[in-house]
């Protein structure tokens, strides 16, 4: 194919889908789209984002306590694969935020129009910026389907069509009825008036007229909701008033000619071009401003009756962020005198300028950190502005796996070495443990339960909110009362001005102590090693505000949490070096539990076991039992039976319909076992790391073929965990000198 083949197909591409999207219309063809989708045509920007939210639809998160509601939205997947994660993160966690935020759009839309700012406050990187670049990049991409078209309308204008005049010229030239300007080439068009406001065509229409015909198309359309205040109580434009009442009198109140000056175009939400999403920054001026026009000569063929009016264009970033949303970062960083506009903005939706009022059709979204919004607080005009703001709290995570997918999906992709399994999971268990508090047991209603959250650990509280792990040393009424009141223990600070996730290392700190990580020299790998000692080198300086807490209890000692992380490395990878081996059969531990899980059962009804093999009945393996409850350190066998089975039916209630799993109900019952089960093997599993060390740094001199062949086979099993030779050594070596001396 030639390039000029080429071209045209490109061309009549571009072609086809210009005019399917609609992309240019006239008024009563728009009328038309108005009509036939009377909801989609008529939203203010409350009901836009609202319906973005709804577009990309929402699922469940599994979380310890139960599920939780997410906006997919977030996961930011419409985003293309070649633009870089880095640029384009996703939110990560946040879900409580999020439902806030949709409450919001959803009161606006029931209220008829945004009347709130809704005010984000958190710890300076709590992915508040995160959390709105995700909202104007899904309006952007919202804003490109048919669902959520957008359009605007201009003023066009033109001197002459095929050999005869159409504009302002004398009276037998006027524009006859049903005639229409809007698809003009664009060398017959002389001049050319854009709303820069993006006012809605339908606000063209006289208000009693617009009202009624608002009102019908929802009633015919099944609408339960009323149309926004925008429309059936808006006006247009101090410019565009003008131009449309200079027309009807040239016109002699004929409208359908007025209107038959109108283009009405789509446009698309655009960040880039800050069109309907706009980021303002804490600078010290206002946010919108006016300029001459008629002055301009670019607009010198306007039809003499136009000519002779002053019109005024409006500009800036309230402007600019039209129809969509208005981002106001670091808000309280202003001069209180630098945003009190905002105040009758918000309560009014109208903004004075010099020369008109600008009528807000935006949802105004504010960040600002803790320090800044407490100093508010204590502002003398506070409660003036206090009803006009909707705060929403965005903390730093508490689970540690979330936090963890933070720096997997941002920083590890950048990273070019070879990045260790475990290596941001230290990073992030360490971040969640300097952000949690102690809980007060005078904030519960249930004493028991308080008295059981007041005793958590750090480490404790840290495990059960990303994996619902209930500590060993409960007793099986602590357990259960936990674990029924988890989600109450993760809520406690909620209402609380000091909130757990208020402080802490910040996921901003954090990114750049991996990528410290990745340039010590003194590791070939992005491995835990090499990020535990970027962690105590942070601990040393203590340049943060954190760091020079003082410890309460077993909270905020940053130092000794890098000692319990690295313990908790440890584990890991010392399961995973005994899984390597081979030498116990994996899952052989799970069955084990399974087998003494099914003889308590029987044990309990008064049942006997039946071979299924040949068939014959037994009593219940009692040498079997007795060996398991060593070693879970049972006391009372009867009471300790009977309680597991209790807690089975208990499961059974809440998970109807779901097989029984022993593992997920009794946790660390299991651990206890499967530690157990390997402990009877230390010694083959400590030799085979002897010879795994020799072959991962003597190349396996002086070992003989079968244990060559054993840790050759072990080493084969860590490369496929993701361990390569430099940091399977020098962990095996760690593991080696801490666990197996």
Not at 113 to 120: F, G, I
Not at 412 to 418: D, E, G, L
Not at 639 to 657: Q, S, V
Request: charged letters at 30%; aromatic letters at 8%; hydrophobic letters at 40%.
């Amino acid at each position: 194919m030639g390039s000029r083949d080429e071209l045209e197909r490109v061309s009549a591409s571009v072609r086809d889908r210009f005019r399917a999207q609609k992309r240019v219309l006239s008024f009563s063809e728009y009328l038309e789209e108005v009509l036939a989708h009377p909801w989609r045509h008529s939203r203010d920007a409350a009901r836009y984002m609202r319906d973005c939210f709804d577009h990309y639809g929402s699922y469940e998160v599994a979380r310890p306590w139960g599920a939780e509601r997410r906006f997919a939205l977030f996961d930011q997947e419409f985003v293309s694969d070649s633009d870089q994660p880095g640029n384009h993160p996703r939110l990560v966690g946040q879900e409580e935020l999020q439902h806030g935020f949709y409450r919001a759009l959803g009161n606006f839309v029931r209220e008829g129009r945004a009347n709130r700012l809704v005010l984000m406050h958190g710890p300076n990187g709590s992915a508040k910026s995160t959390f709105a670049a995700c909202v104007m990049r899904a309006l952007e991409d919202y804003s490109s389907t048919d669902e959520g078209a957008l359009y605007r309308f201009s003023w066009v204008f033109s001197g002459g069509v095929e050999e005869r005049s159409i504009g302002f010229g004398s009276a037998s030239k006027r524009l006859a009825a049903g005639e229409s300007l809007a698809h003009l080439d664009a060398d017959k068009i002389d001049a050319k008036l854009v709303s820069e406001i993006r006012e809605h065509p339908l606000l063209l229409v006289p208000l009693e007229e617009r009202r009624a015909l608002l009102t019908s198309a929802y009633a015919e359309a099944g609408i339960d909701e009323s149309p926004p205040d925008w429309l059936m109580h808006g006006r247009l434009g101090r410019k565009n008033a003008e131009v449309y009442d200079a027309l009807l009198a040239s016109y002699e109140g004929d409208l359908s000619r007025v209107l038959a000056h109108v283009q009405v175009e789509r446009f698309y939400i655009s960040r880039r071009y800050r069109t309907g999403a706009v980021t303002i920054g804490p600078q010290m001026t206002v946010d919108a401003n006016e300029r001459q026009i008629t002055a301009d000569h670019s607009i010198a063929n306007l039809p003499a009756a136009l000519s002779s009016l002053a019109l005024y264009e409006t500009q800036g970033e309230l402007v600019d962020g039209g129809a969509g949303l208005i981002e106001y970062s670091d808000l309280l960083k202003r001069p209180l005198d630098a945003w009190k506009y905002l105040l009758l903005a918000i309560e009014s939706g109208e903004v004075a300028l010099t020369m008109s009022v600008l009528t807000v059709n935006s949802v105004l979204l504010a960040s600002t950190n803790e320090t800044h919004l407490e100093a508010f607080r204590q502002h003398p005009e506070y409660n003036s502005f206090r009803a006009r703001l909707m705060p929403l709290r965005a903390g730093y995570l508490l689970d540690y796996k979330r936090e963890q997918e933070i720096y997997d999906t941002q920083i590890v992709p950048q990273v070019r070495c070879h990045v260790t399994p475990h290596a941001t999971e230290v990073a992030a268990m360490w971040a969640v443990l300097t952000r949690l508090l102690p809980s007060d047991s005078d904030r519960y209603e249930d004493s028991a339960l308080g008295k059981v959250a007041a005793d958590l650990k750090p480490m404790e509280k840290a495990r059960a909110y990303a994996e619902g792990v209930i500590p060993r040393r409960l007793d099986g009424d602590e357990t259960k009362v936990l674990r029924a009141g988890l989600a109450r223990v993760f809520n406690e600070f909620e209402a609380q001005p000091i909130y757990e996730g208020i402080t802490g290392a910040s996921p901003r700190e954090i990114r750049t102590l991996l990528l410290d990580a990745v340039q010590d020299p003194s590791h070939a790998c992005l491995s835990p090693l090499a990020v535990m000692e970027q962690i105590r080198m942070l601990c040393e300086k203590g340049d943060y505000d954190f760091l020079q807490q003082k410890p309460e209890g077993s909270f905020h000692d940053h130092r000794d949490f890098l000692q319990q992380v690295r313990d908790g490395w440890l584990s890991s990878f010392d399961r995973e070096v005994r899984d390597a081996t081979g030498l116990v059969e994996e899952g052989r531990y799970e069955e084990l539990f399974d087998r003494y899980i099914h003889h308590v059962s029987l044990w309990v009804k008064g049942e006997r076991h039946r071979d299924t093999v040949t068939g014959d009945y037994s009593d219940p393996d009692e040498a079997l039992m007795k060996r398991i409850e060593g070693v879970l350190d049972v006391d009372d066998s009867d009471d300790f039976r009977k309680n597991l089975i209790n807690m089975i039916a208990a499961y059974a209630i809440d998970h109807p319909g779901e097989e029984i799993d022993n593992a997920r109900i009794f946790p660390r019952y299991l651990e206890q076992v499967q530690e157990a089960y390997f402990a009877d093997q230390r010694g083959r599993v400590t030799a085979l790391i002897d010879d795994l060390l020799v072959l991962l740094t003597h190349e396996g001199k002086g070992l003989d073929a079968s244990g060559r062949k054993h840790a050759e086979q072990a080493q084969k099993r860590l490369a496929e965990l993701g361990y390569c030779e430099h940091c399977a050594r020098t962990a095996l070596g760690e593991l080696r000198k801490e666990r197996y001396a």
